[in-house]
């Protein structure tokens, strides 16, 4: 755990160290009675859905409560958790926003505390929720409906944590027995309970832990000059500025070395580069960096790009993440892009995955996946029609690697049924922002003047 003495609006917050990254999380508080809990705020960056344990609320009892928060009129209230069974189920998401809006107060369908389960959250997995309905508008005297998702468990066993995973989204917390876990790319992970205290954001770096093989580039190593340090595992050792090439393993251990080299071998058994470096009269593996991570975009209408906009997990030379869209009606890249590729390196490009529109409409649009030397990621598009102009791109090359697979469950356009007979006169094809090369599928027209001329056709 790292607690962040004044973070982004001088309040304390907290993250889970994942070794090579921080992640934000809302751990579970207490407070000794309930007028504490309007006093959390003005200390703690907290969020709607942090869950507060009050130890005594009155009558010698402790209670489990979540926070609920306006932000238009910087109000909050606090919902208790009552222990009492789900009483209301919906199927989709499309229920829960039906019942996130201001109310007379004779017209809120629930009572604040109910506990409403949806089945299919966007993902074909369920979530819990807690229904808010306390927050008075000052304007006009109307109440705030608000389900607010659940983040924060308690249960008794490993059985009832599995189980919980389904329901889970990342930097969900739950606590069994007194150890706490955090919910990280589909499992649990244990918090240490270890407590790490910085003054702010940029000092988390100093937590982040190094692999070996890791590189890190300084500025200024004293004399004004810039200078590069790889760590071998028990401290950070200067590279040699001078890099060296070799074919394979064999060429690599009669290389005359000396510590600090950094050698690219060329085939290291997978047909791909790797780099090594030499430490302690033996060869380590140099590590790059992590993969990126991953976009999961939900949406009951439509995503529409444009102007030079990207939606992006690159990496250099790690996996290139993934990222996964659902659209309900249209996938609009006009001017922009979705890629999930990696920039140099034997990394993988990520899987990239579009379901359920109606379109994909691509106008000078790419969706790429591509590698360096690496694989290229897997593309699955899945809508009911694809509609893309010439200079759109759909990719999943790799340039030294293999190809990644790319598969359209689309119904392909019949282009030729929008052509049309034009009038009489010369016509200019122009085709912007892009050249005759890029079009991956090019096509060609002729004009043929010959019969004006009162010469046999074709010739």
């Not at 007379?104 to 993902?123: A, K, V």
């Not at 595992?233 to 690599?252: A, C, D, F, I, K």
């Not at 939606?311 to 892009?337: C, M, R």
């Not at 390196?345 to 969706?367: D, S």
Request: charged share 20%.
């Amino acid at each position: 755990m790292v607690e962040i003495a004044e973070d982004e609006d001088g309040k304390i917050s907290h993250y889970a160290n994942m070794g090579n990254s921080l992640i934000r999380i809302q751990p579970v508080y207490a407070v000794a009675h309930f007028a504490d809990l309007f006093e959390l705020s003005k200390q703690y960056n907290l969020k709607e859905g942090q869950v507060v344990e009050v130890k005594d609320i009155g009558n010698g009892q402790s209670a489990r409560f979540v926070y609920s928060y306006n932000d238009s009129y910087k109000l909050e209230d606090w919902i208790k958790l009552e222990a009492q069974p789900i009483s209301v189920t919906f199927d989709t998401q499309d229920d829960i926003d039906a019942i996130e809006k201001w109310f007379l107060p004779d017209e809120i369908p629930y009572p604040s505390g109910t506990l409403i389960q949806i089945n299919d959250r966007g993902d074909g997995k369920p979530a819990l929720f807690v229904y808010s309905a306390d927050i008075v508008i000052p304007v006009n005297g109307r109440l705030e409906g608000t389900p607010i998702r659940i983040k924060s468990f308690d249960v008794t066993d490993s059985n009832a944590l599995n189980q919980l995973a389904q329901m889970s989204l990342n930097s969900d917390i739950v606590t069994v027995n007194d150890q706490r876990f955090v919910f990280q790319n589909d499992q649990w992970i244990p918090l240490t309970g270890n407590v790490h205290q910085v003054v702010d954001l940029p000092d988390t770096e100093k937590l982040i832990q190094a692999q070996i093989g890791n590189v890190a580039q300084v500025s200024n190593i004293g004399n004004g000059q810039r200078g590069e340090f790889i760590y071998s595992g028990s401290g950070w050792m200067p590279l040699n500025p001078n890099r060296y090439t070799v074919q394979n393993r064999s060429e690599l251990e009669k290389f005359p070395a000396k510590t600090g080299d950094l050698v690219e071998l060329e085939d290291a058994g997978t047909s791909r580069h790797e780099d090594f470096f030499y430490v302690d009269g033996q060869w380590l593996k140099q590590v790059k960096g992590g993969d990126a991570g991953t976009i999961t975009i939900n949406t009951h209408g439509s995503l529409h790009l444009s102007h030079d906009s990207t939606i992006t997990t690159e990496a250099v030379s790690a996996g290139g993440g993934a990222i996964s869209i659902h659209a309900d009606s249209l996938v609009f890249l006009q001017d922009s892009q979705i890629t999930t590729s990696v920039q140099e390196g034997a990394g993988n490009g990520g899987n990239l995955t579009i379901e359920g529109p109606q379109f994909v409409i691509m106008n000078n649009g790419n969706i790429i996946a591509q590698a360096n030397e690496g694989q290229g990621g897997d593309i699955h598009l899945g809508s009911k029609q694809l509609v893309k102009s010439p200079c759109s791109q759909i990719s999943a090359s790799s340039q030294l690697g293999i190809d990644g697979k790319v598969e359209i469950d689309s119904p392909d356009v019949d282009m030729n049924a929008f052509m049309v007979i034009l009038p009489g006169g010369f016509v200019e094809a122009q085709l912007k922002q892009c050249t005759t090369e890029e079009i991956e599928n090019p096509s060609t027209f002729k004009i043929d003047l010959s019969r004006k001329r009162g010469l046999p056709f074709g010739k």
